[in-house]
């Protein structure tokens, strides 16, 4: 009994040193392996799907893609060389995100400007609306009784004489 006993605190204290060891040299627990993995596969499109993420895409191919993920996770690679990896294979289109630099910087850069640009033109065209002198309102007058006639004289003159008092 003794034996057992002592055999079994054995193989205790071995599996806790084979998990000490390889926490140490870098295992990820398997939930941390898919928090990882899903942060990166959010940053990745699929290379068939236009504007898809690779966690999204049910196609096979993604599918493989995650898969190999995960494997680089398990083998201790980082996200930076993993996308890196990806970009290499498939392009700058499978980044979920233009890169910020070189030509696809306009990418970021001109919705910026274009919204500046927008916000000008509205503010001198409100400028232009509020300095617009007023137009005169005789003519507003002589309007509304030449294209009046069937009004009796009574009725124009009394609108022409309230038109006149709102100026």
Known sequence: MRKVSLTAVLLLLLALAGAAVA???GGLSNDEIDRRM???TDRLNCPLCQNTTLTECPLQ?????????RQKLIAGENEDQIRAYFVERY??????????QGFALLGWVMPLVGIMVGVVLLGLVLRAM?????????PRAATVAATSPELPSE???????????ME
């Open 91 to 100: 392009g700058d289109r499978v980044l979920n995100e233009p890169p910020k």
């Open 38 to 40: 899903r942060a990166i």
């Open 61 to 69: 191919v993604c599918d493989e893609m995650r898969d190999l993920i």
């Open 23 to 25: 926490t140490a040299q």
């Open 155 to 165: 009725y124009v003159d009394r609108l022409e004489r309230d038109l006149r008092q």
């Open 130 to 138: 509020l300095h617009r002198e007023p137009k005169q309102s005789a």
